[in-house]
């Protein structure tokens, strides 16, 4: 018992001595309670969700219908685009008070849809109707394209980056330095290495869930791999990012816990941003595994091709090369 006592001692005077993660830990619990609460703390939720074509103010004073109750508005940018949210039931109705008359688009398909038509001709009679019609998308379609992604983001952040500080911390990098290898040749090893091993990995989860899940497929095959190597590649990075200079696993775990989960509650994993206030959706931009995400589900749901996706894939590269660079130029062989 002595013993133990002496070793549970000894265990608990190391984590006392390393202020930096005792700080850090204390720290990240609390930031990451407020945040989820800022972001899920939004009120009673809105039973309808309309999407509105153009940039008009979305005012009772642009039109009597913004001030319906229990409908959430928000402004849509590519008709398109739009038409096909309606018609996987992602919003209820699509409107656009551009136009005399006003156009609207209904879902008949959608029971919400249905309702928010005679919502809509109380406050505008005279408004033109079309119809979207489309089957609602299984919510499996839509969750295993996120988790598949958080299993891809937490694989890269989390094994690239406890190797690269724990080679660090055992002095591995050390004697990598006294070798011709460059830093900018070590990062990018370890992103190939690792790039092959999630997409692999990735590659096979989701080959047993489709046949099992019945999972929809409008794209071609090729076309998501490619997607999934960008993602991957630029969370990797992400990871190499942080482990640059650290030598502390319990720092780096703690900051790449603390990127992790803004990515989860941001970027679309369990539900749709679409409603979502517009600093919310303008943040998610900036995170990779929202872009993954969104290109991977246009290839699986709607059939799109990778000239679609184009957007995505240019901010994945541009996200890994930026990371890369600033990684290699910022790494530390040692610990000191």
């Known amino acids: 018992m002595n013993r133990l006592l002496a070793l549970v001692r000894v265990r608990l005077l190391e984590v006392a001595r390393d202020r930096t993660a005792l700080v850090w830990n204390f720290v990240l619990a609390p930031v990451l309670v407020i945040g989820v609460a800022i972001l899920m703390s939004r009120g009673q939720q809105p039973m309808f969700e309309v999407g509105v074509l153009g940039t008009q103010p979305l005012t ?44 609207y688009w209904v879902n008949p398909q959608s029971n919400k849809s249905l309702v928010l038509e005679r919502l809509l001709h109380a406050s505008d009679a005279a408004a033109i109707a079309q119809r979207a019609e489309g089957e609602p998308l299984r919510y499996a379609d839509w969750l295993v394209p996120g988790l598949l992604g958080v299993n891809i983001m937490f694989t890269c952040l989390f094994a690239i980056g406890h190797v690269v500080v724990r080679y660090r911390k055992s002095g591995y990098l050390k004697r990598l330095r006294g070798t011709p290898i460059t830093a900018v040749e070590f990062v990018s090893a370890q992103l190939i290495a690792c790039l092959i091993l999630t997409v692999g990995l ?41 482990s640059a200079r650290l030598a502390s696993e319990e720092i ?25 206030p517009a600093w919310v959706r303008s943040a998610s931009e900036l995170l990779p595994l929202t872009h993954l995400l969104g290109a991977a589900r246009a290839i699986m749901i709607d059939g799109a091709g990778l000239a679609d ?5 240019v901010a994945m590269a541009g ?14 062989w040692t610990q000191d």
């Open 60 to 103: 009772q004073q642009t039109h009597a219908f913004f001030a319906t109750e229990a409908v959430n508005f928000h402004s849509e940018s590519d008709e398109a685009q739009a038409v096909l949210k309606l018609q996987r039931h992602r919003i209820d109705l699509l409107f656009d008070p551009r136009s005399q008359p006003a156009r």
């Open 202 to 242: 990735s590659s096979l989860i989701y080959a047993i869930c489709k046949p099992v899940l019945h999972l929809r497929m409008e794209g071609h095959y090729l076309d998501l791999l490619i997607v999934t190597a960008f993602g991957a590649m630029s969370m990797i990075s992400m990871g190499l990012l942080v």
């Open 252 to 276: 780096s775990g703690g900051i790449m816990t603390l990127m992790s989960w803004p990515m989860v509650l941001l970027s679309g994993v369990f539900f749709s941003l679409d409603g979502a």
């Open 309 to 313: 996706v184009s957007g995505s894939l």
């Open 319 to 332: 996200m890994t090369a930026l990371f890369v660079l600033i990684g290699a130029a910022g790494f530390r």
